[in-house]
């Protein structure tokens, strides 16, 4: 029996039904943290509970049984998982978007056979590592091992690049896609062996000379792809702008969520801890000093800007993609990068709210081992260090496109 037919059959839940169902899950995800913590992921009880609501369903196409609503749901759910805990946000939503990409860009052949996964769920790693890709008969034999490959507890395929051979004797990068059974998770994830972001699940994976057809590996050019007339293979199969496929924002913005969950229980953290007595005198409620509640408006602002903000420019991608199939411009390259500085922007806002949090709540209140306050700005301090989180790098980059020049980031 195919797993396909092992989806839930209830009825279609619509977008503001799986919100609903992530904003429940909140306080849930909340007690669970220090577990998930040890775990290096999120538990078997959350994973089913998302299979349940259909979370892991909102990119997956409908001909292959999915709900295909869009990236704004997505990214909506995502923050509503990220603020009960963002390293399950982090976990969820690098597990769960890459049916974004693998319905864009690869071919139906492949498309049918790695949706007969329900759920489908797909960790990804797009830089080229110690990797070996070998030309056979009918695909490649792919051995390597790669890293920080978050998401990956429950997923069912994996898509690594590698570097293939050309006949100029250059070599340019693909990506494959593989199911469970030929690939290894490595034991190398899970509290005390980083400073946050422990329940992200973003352990390192090996493949030992697997075979991977040729229809399941494509050219790593998500980014500058041209569209032609034509548009990618999954919009010529899906019918759905959707499926155009450009990655540069919506990656960015994969990361930038878990900040924007982070903010925003940041947020909920401090506003509970507004009737205890203010750090310094004179000693009356938090509520009632002109201090805390300049701060809290402060970090208030910042939350909501943040989350406002990303789910705008979410928005405005998705627009751009169906102008181009109403007969408008192509959304080039250079409009995606843009849109990218604004999720930039978000993040940025983000963290500016869960610093002044952290920093004004008290020590005992932040900065004391188990506190809400201070997992959250670990989160995020390990979130800084990721390369999708060097903002003016990536602010450099859209100055350089937006001249003329290359994109190289």
């Not at 990618?232 to 199969?237: D, S």
Request: charged share 25%.
């Amino acid at each position: 029996m195919s797993l396909l037919q092992e989806r839930p059959t209830a009825d279609t839940p619509t977008a503001d039904d799986l919100v609903a169902s992530a904003r429940a899950l909140r306080d849930r995800l909340r007690e669970l943290q220090p577990e998930h913590a040890k775990l290096g992921t999120y538990s078997p009880e959350i994973h089913e509970a998302f299979k349940d609501a259909r979370l892991y369903d909102i990119l997956r196409p409908k001909k292959y049984g999915g709900l295909e609503l869009g990236l704004e749901t997505f990214f909506r759910v995502a923050v509503e998982i990220s603020r009960g805990d963002p390293a399950v946000g982090w976990s969820w939503e690098l597990g769960a978007s890459h049916a974004y990409q693998f319905a864009s860009h690869w071919p139906e052949e492949a498309q049918a056979k790695a949706f007969e996964s329900y759920p489908f769920i797909s960790a990804s790693r797009a830089f080229p590592q110690k990797a070996d890709a070998t030309k056979v008969d009918g695909g490649y034999r792919l051995t390597g091992r790669w890293d920080y490959n978050s998401g990956c507890t429950y997923s069912t395929h994996f898509m690594p690049v590698a570097l293939i051979d050309q006949e100029d004797g250059s070599k340019k990068p693909y990506m494959f896609i593989l199911p469970r059974k030929d690939f290894t998770i490595i034991d190398d994830w899970g509290e005390g062996r980083t400073i946050g972001l422990h329940a992200s699940s973003s352990n390192s994976i090996e493949i030992d000379d697997a075979f991977v057809p040729d229809y399941d590996v494509v050219p790593f050019n998500f980014k500058d792809i041209e569209w032609g007339t034509e548009g990618t293979p999954g919009y010529q199969l899906h019918h759905n702008p959707l499926y155009l496929g450009r990655t540069s924002a919506i990656f960015i913005a994969g990361l930038t969520q878990t900040m924007v969950g982070a903010a925003l229980a940041s947020l909920d953290e401090y506003e509970r801890l507004m009737e205890r007595g203010s750090s310094f005198p004179p000693r009356i409620p938090r509520s009632e000093s002109p201090e805390y509640q300049l701060w809290y408006g402060k970090i208030v602002s910042l939350a909501d800007s943040s989350q406002t903000l990303l789910l705008a420019a979410v928005r405005e991608f998705e627009e751009r993609n169906q102008a181009w199939v109403d007969g408008g411009p192509e959304f080039t390259t250079a409009d995606d990068v843009r849109i990218r500085g604004q999720v930039v922007q978000s993040a940025k806002l983000a963290q500016e709210a869960i610093e002044l949090a952290f920093t004004t709540a008290g020590t005992t209140s932040a900065a004391l081992a188990g506190t809400k306050l201070g997992k959250y700005y670990l989160d995020a301090a390990m979130y800084r260090t990721h390369i999708g989180a060097q903002h003016d790098v990536l602010l450099a980059s859209l100055g350089r496109v937006l001249l003329g020049q290359a994109l190289t980031m």
